[in-house]
């Protein structure tokens, strides 16, 4: 049997067996005794037109038994618009059926004072609904799903079950946490817990305090909110950052606790057979530290494919390294415990790490918990004390194995006796991208041709590689003429682009040309002339220019980022230009601009630069940030423009976006006859406002 049969037949297996158990745990039983009755209001005081989707959310009330290992969910909502209508009627309760059971306690519809019983155990289906299935990653997982039958606007719809077992890869720890608001106004939200254990808790963004009481000699903890605040998003706010009101509750004491968990399902294996073949190759092949290191991360990234089996305790405990080796699969923990393995095997200190690849820059607001993180990549040491990082699912990394780019993840965990604190892991590339534009002009008003250089370097280089493999040179071709539509009109493609990748360097050169029809263009605001525009597009790509000069969140940065864009402009007639160098400073970023002319050439060279010093600008730093981009807005571009009637003429005007007027002039000479001599001025200057002209 071949490994596809024998995947698909497994898959269809675990399928059948699932969806024959799944209605023997779904079940209908009256509300737990331990759970506290919470009233809530009909009409709370809350605006509808801050209301979303048509439902108001009356109650969301939340309870768990840890010692019975119990989670009560209860949700009242009100459909205020036959918008709601829609959603009101739908169920969906998610659960892993490996270690999870689901019980029903009520469903119930209060419409003018009449309650209805929806509750039927035979509207329900159980879907296996895969939602990371797009990244190979299955968790077997199950939503248990009804649609509702007679539902109408202004219904109140009154629903609550109880999720029984906790993930047995935890133990006896638990942690947890919730919101206490939400993007729109909630008429109440409780949060309450029964422990049988001292839990640390922690909240964010508030000081409510929970009121800690006592049932049947165990601990209670509980927080409760009235008619909440819609949380206000600011554009552009980095995803770790928290703007709700959270609670965090943990049983682990320190992030040491949490190490002391991962080593005990992080067992080290005997190699099999195969495995010890594989490491043994790659010893002989490899005469350094640092090749052994590279050939190890790539045969992990490139020829161990990703794929995740996460149902129960598959979602924290990673497989065998001789399983994952004989599959040729493996999730990132699968991959990485692999890679750590088999470099242990070569006597290379090597560890796996716990990673958050969304709240990376704030794990250090959590308590500690595994349950924060969601991928797992790789820790080595070199033979010179060196920290190196890699992540062993991403593909086709080129590179010395020093300089392999590693993404922005921010905070870790090392899994590593002795460990006891996040350890922060610092961007050691620049990810530097290079853009060479030549503009050929030779007649005002007339076609140009546009030859674009670009080089792409570290974790630029591996974006770029993954994606020329992965897309055919007609779909590139087609992707690649539609960036510069958007900038220019009748662009035509004269070469298919072309790619140089230098994998020992990790550098690639990528090679375009265009035909430009409609270079120039009526000028706006004056439509008696025309003019030709040039923008450092690979910069207005990654700067973000906000609208508000003041902010309550941290504003978001493309980080790592580092871009030089040269254009050089093959003009059709010859004048001069004093140099331009203007440098804008910031405390979160650093652009320059360098321009001058080739007077006896007729070439306009125009340098930018461009680098992020931070991932983020900090709210007490934004107004100083929105200033100094603003002068970089006004700078970006270079015009030149001629009136339509003098477009035959010499009389040129180049309009250079800055913030100080400087004037130019040159004199060009025509002879007609001997004694005709023809003076033509032409005005060079700069402005930001777009205001002055000389």
């Known amino acids: 049997m071949s490994l596809k049969t024998y995947n698909h037949c497994f898959f269809t297996f675990i399928f059948i067996l699932c969806s024959a158990s799944c209605f023997a745990q779904l079940k209908i039983k009256r509300t737990p005794q331990w759970v506290v009755p919470q009233t809530y209001e009909h009409n709370p005081e809350i605006n509808l037109n801050e209301i979303s989707y048509g439902l108001l959310t ?64 035979n509207d329900f289906q159980n879907i296996r609904q895969e939602s990371n299935s797009e990244s190979y990653i299955y968790d077997g997982s199950l939503n248990a799903i009804a649609n509702l039958a007679d539902i109408r606007n202004g219904d109140i719809l009154d629903i609550s079950y109880t999720i029984k077992g906790f993930n ?26 029964i422990s049988d254990r001292p839990l640390q808790y922690k909240v ?20 409760t909110t009235l008619l909440t605040k819609p949380v206000i998003y600011e554009d552009n706010t980095p995803s770790w950052y928290f703007s709700n009101q959270n609670v965090y509750l943990s049983d682990f004491k320190t992030w040491g606790a949490v190490v002391d968990w991962a080593l005990n399902i992080y067992e080290d294996t005997t190699p099999s057979k195969a495995l010890q073949t594989k ?144 350890e922060q892991i610092a961007s050691k590339n620049e990810d530097l991208i290079e853009v ?68 020992l360097a990790n550098k690639i050169l990528v090679e375009e040309s265009y035909k430009i029809n409609k270079i120039w263009q009526p000028m706006v605001g004056n439509a008696k002339n025309i003019m030709a525009e040039f923008i450092p597009y690979s910069l207005k790509d990654v700067i973000i220019f906000p609208n508000e000069a003041s902010r309550k969140a941290p504003f978001g940065l493309y980080y790592p980022t580092h871009k030089k864009h040269q254009i050089t402009v093959k003009l059709p007639r010859r004048w001069s230009l004093t140099k331009e160098h203007i440098n804008v400073n910031s405390k979160n970023f650093k652009f320059s601009l360098k321009g001058k002319m080739n007077s006896a ?37 270079y015009f030149i423009y001629i009136p339509k009637d003098d477009a035959k003429a010499l009389n040129m005007e180049i309009f250079f976006n800055n913030d100080t007027i400087s004037s130019l002039k040159a004199v060009f000479y025509w002879g007609v006859g001997i004694a005709l001599a023809v003076i033509i001025g032409l005005v060079i200057f700069v402005n930001r406002s777009h205001k002055n002209k000389v």
């Open 436 to 503: 060479f534009d030549t503009y050929d002009l030779p007649e005002v008003g007339g076609v140009a041709t546009l030859n674009v250089m670009t080089v792409y370097r570290e974790g630029e280089a591996d974006l770029m590689r993954a994606r020329y493999k992965s897309t055919s040179l007609t779909t590139l071709r087609k992707n690649f003429k539609n960036y510069y539509d958007n900038l220019y009109e009748g662009v035509e493609v004269l070469k298919d682009p072309s790619f140089d990748d230098d994998t």
């Open 279 to 422: 490491i043994e190759a790659i010893k002989n092949m490899a005469a350094s530290e640092g090749e052994r290191i590279s050939e190890t991360l790539q045969f992990v990234q490139n020829e161990i494919r990703y794929l995740g089996l996460e149902s129960g305790i598959g979602a924290y405990k990673p497989f065998s390294p001789n399983k994952v080796l004989q599959h040729r699969f493996g999730d990132c923990k699968d991959k990485s415990w692999l890679m750590v393995t088999m470099l242990r095997h070569m006597n290379i200190e090597a560890y796996p790490v716990f990673v958050n690849t969304t709240y990376g820059e704030s794990l250090h607001q959590f308590l500690p918990t595994p349950k924060i993180f969601n991928h797992a990549v790789v820790k080595v040491v070199d033979s010179t004390h060196t920290n190196l990082f890699y992540d062993p699912t991403i593909s086709n990394q080129r590179g010395n194995y020093k300089s392999v780019s590693f993404p922005n993840y921010g905070k870790a965990l090392v899994v590593k006796q002795g460990v006891t604190a996040l």
């Open 601 to 637: 050439q007729n070439i306009l060279y125009l340098n930018y630069e461009y680098q992020n010093k931070n991932s983020y600008v900090k709210p007490e730093d934004f107004n100083e940030y929105y200033t100094k981009i603003k002068e970089v807005e006004q700078i970006m571009a």
């Open 168 to 193: 047995p890869i935890h133990g006896h720890h638990f942690s947890g946490g919730t919101t206490l608001n939400s993007f729109q106004p909630i008429g109440k939200i409780n949060y309450y817990l």
């Open 58 to 121: 009356l109650l969301s009330d939340e309870q768990i038994h840890i010692p019975k290992k119990e989670r009560y969910i209860r949700l009242v909502r009100k459909i205020t618009d036959n918008v709601g209508v829609q959603e009101g009627s739908s169920i969906s309760i998610n659960y892993d059926p490996t270690y999870q059971g689901l019980i029903l306690h009520k469903i119930e519809v209060l419409r003018e004072g009449e309650i209805i019983n929806k509750l039927n155990l």
């Open 204 to 223: 964010l963004n508030t000081d409510l305090k929970p009121t800690i009481g006592a049932y049947k000699g165990f601990t209670t903890y509980n927080w």
